[in-house]
């Protein structure tokens, strides 16, 4: 069974930082792109990053480039997210995603997502 | 940036109504196009991929079309499982991004 587990959410302060993490099981992780994808409350889902199977290639929303940096650790099965000058409307849900592919790319699949808040 | 519009916002059906959902993208993005269904406090899942595949376990209920700038999700005989938001997006290089979400409620 597929199991991605985020952690490392909570409440930091405007321009303080924060790293997520991700624990992938129950397929082969250093195959699959990953992705993160976060959701404000009570609003729309917003894609965050991609990263390669191998890490070597990168990519960032607008909203975060600069600000947050995607990493994986395939000797580890994790996908990490590290986010630094955080602003009051990086508050969401953060999920982990695996790439699927089928001729496109899609969200294949999810975690249960955690939350970040962003408060002083 | 490529914008995506889903209309409507919201829709009110009942048990076994025919239900079609649209999305239009500001550029073509020939078929890179999915459809995601959330259920509230849950994690989105993918119903349709590339416009049109259906992925592996979804009901045949669900069928999307389209290609280029318009797409639709259509749900042939809506079931009480099936209200949730529904969000389209594109995977045209990047930025990625979704469209607003379509809530689908009970009448």
């Known amino acids: 069974e597929v199991q991605l587990v985020e952690s490392g959410g909570g409440l930091v302060q405007p321009g303080g930082s924060l790293r997520l993490s991700c624990a992938a099981s129950g397929f082969t992780f250093t195959t699959y792109w990953m992705s993160w994808v976060r959701q404000a409350p009570g609003k729309g889902l917003e894609w965050v990053a991609n990263?390669?199977?191998?890490?070597?290639?990168?990519y960032y929303g607008d909203s975060v480039k600069g600000r947050f940096t995607i990493s994986r650790d395939n000797a580890k099965n994790s996908l990490y997210l590290q986010m630094n000058s955080l602003r009051a409307e990086d508050t969401a849900v953060y999920y982990c995603?695996?790439?699927?592919?089928?001729?496109?790319?899609?969200?294949?699949?999810w975690g249960q997502g955690t939350l970040v808040t962003v408060s002083s | 940036d490529i914008q995506m519009t889903q209309s409507p916002s919201s829709l009110s059906a009942s048990v076994g109504d025919r239900v079609t959902i649209t999305c239009r993208a500001s550029?073509?993005?020939?078929?890179?196009l999915s459809w995601y269904q959330q259920q509230p406090g849950k994690a989105p899942k993918v119903l349709i991929s590339a416009a049109s595949r259906l992925q592996s376990g979804v009901p045949s209920r669900f069928s999307g079309s389209g290609s280029g700038t318009d797409f639709t999700l259509t749900i042939s005989s809506l079931q009480p499982e099936d209200f949730a938001t529904y969000y389209c997006q594109h995977s045209l290089g990047s930025p990625w991004t979704f469209g607003q979400g379509t809530k689908v409620e009970i009448k």
């Open positions: 990263i390669k199977e191998d890490g070597s290639d990168t």
């Open positions: 550029q073509s993005i020939t078929n890179c």
């Open positions: 995603a695996a790439l699927g592919h089928s001729s496109v790319w899609f969200l294949d699949y």
